[in-house]
Structures are given as structure tokens and as C-alpha cells.
């Protein structure tokens, strides 16, 4: 992969960190926790209505979740237009390096929690992320 693969790539793992943030943050009102609710259900698998999203401390963690998620989102969005440049390899570890321990420690308190079915889409999720970014570009080896 080239280097300008590996900017466009930073943005494709940014919009897939961030897509989860807004969810997150509607997930604090009643009124608009419906995806939120819905997709913990589906990651809580089986679908069964459980866990409810009703609780003010599932609210309250559903906030803080998504404006890390956010902040995250746009701090690699950012490295792909100041700073990549300058040091692609290391952004490119960078990015590396923290999804595989965000990955990591979700899946490892994911399996701890009994919602082992996340540990799982966490794989999909790390593949997005990295994606080509795995390996150096080509103008980099």
C-alpha cells in the first residue's frame, strides 16, 4: 500500500470510531437510546432485550463512552491531515498500536462480563480500524 492509501485509510478508521460516539451520546436521553439500546442488545447477544438501557448509570457511561469515542475519532482524523506528513510510520504505529489495545482490553472485559459475542465483533471492528495500516507503505520498507 502507498502512503496516500494509508491517509485515506486514517479518515476510514476515524468515520468507524466516531459512527459510534453520536450513537453513544443519543443513548443518554430516553427519548433517543432506541440504536443504543439495540445495538448493546445485539452485542449482549442473543437479542432478548437485555441489558434494558434504562438505568441513569448506563445513560451516564453511554456518555462518557461516546465523547471518548469522539475524541478519539477526531484526534486520528487530525493526525491524517497535520501530522502524517511529516512521520507516517509513526502515525501508522500509532493507530496500530492503539486500536490493538483498545481491542484488547474491550474483548478481555467483554469475555469477563459474560458478553463474549462483542470479543467477536471487536475482530471486525479491529479489521476496519487497521485495515492496511498493518503493514508499513511501501515507501516505507
Same mark, same amino acid.
Given at each position: 500500500m502507498s502512503r496516500e492509501i494509508h491517509k485515506i485509510w486514517l479518515k476510514v478508521s476515524a468515520i468507524t470510531i466516531g459512527f459510534f460516539g453520536p450513537v453513544l451520546f443519543f443513548g443518554t436521553m430516553p427519548g433517543t437510546n432506541e440504536l443504543a439500546r439495540w445495538g448493546l442488545d445485539v452485542l449482549a447477544w442473543p437479542v432478548d432485550g437485555f441489558p434494558s438501557y434504562e438505568s441513569?448509570? =448506563? !445513560?451516564?457511561?453511554? /456518555?462518557?463512552?461516546g465523547g471518548f469515542?469522539?475524541?478519539? /475519532? +477526531?484526534?486520528? !482524523? #487530525?493526525?491524517?491531515?497535520?501530522?502524517? $506528513?511529516? &512521520?507516517?510510520? *509513526? +502515525?501508522?504505529?500509532?493507530? +496500530?498500536? *492503539? /486500536? #490493538? &489495545? !483498545?481491542? =484488547?482490553? $474491550? &474483548?478481555?472485559?467483554? =469475555?469477563? &462480563? *459474560?458478553?463474549? +459475542?462483542? /470479543?467477536?465483533?471487536? =475482530?471486525?471492528?479491529?479489521i476496519i480500524i487497521v485495515g492496511p495500516m498493518w503493514r508499513a507503505a511501501e515507501e516505507d520498507r
Amino acid at each position: 500500500m502507498s502512503r496516500e492509501i494509508h491517509k485515506i485509510w486514517l479518515k476510514v478508521s476515524a468515520i468507524t470510531i466516531g459512527f459510534f460516539g453520536p450513537v453513544l451520546f443519543f443513548g443518554t436521553m430516553p427519548g433517543t437510546n432506541e440504536l443504543a439500546r439495540w445495538g448493546l442488545d445485539v452485542l449482549a447477544w442473543p437479542v432478548d432485550g437485555f441489558p434494558s438501557y434504562e438505568s441513569r448509570e =448506563i !445513560w451516564f457511561l453511554s /456518555a462518557l463512552t461516546g465523547g471518548f469515542l469522539v475524541g478519539w /475519532a +477526531v484526534t486520528v !482524523w #487530525c493526525l491524517s491531515l497535520w501530522v502524517y $506528513d511529516q &512521520s507516517p510510520e *509513526g +502515525v501508522r504505529k500509532s493507530l +496500530v498500536t *492503539g /486500536a #490493538c &489495545s !483498545w481491542f =484488547i482490553l $474491550d &474483548s478481555l472485559g467483554s =469475555i469477563t &462480563s *459474560g458478553n463474549s +459475542v462483542n /470479543a467477536m465483533f471487536n =475482530i471486525l471492528v479491529l479489521i476496519i480500524i487497521v485495515g492496511p495500516m498493518w503493514r508499513a507503505a511501501e515507501e516505507d520498507r
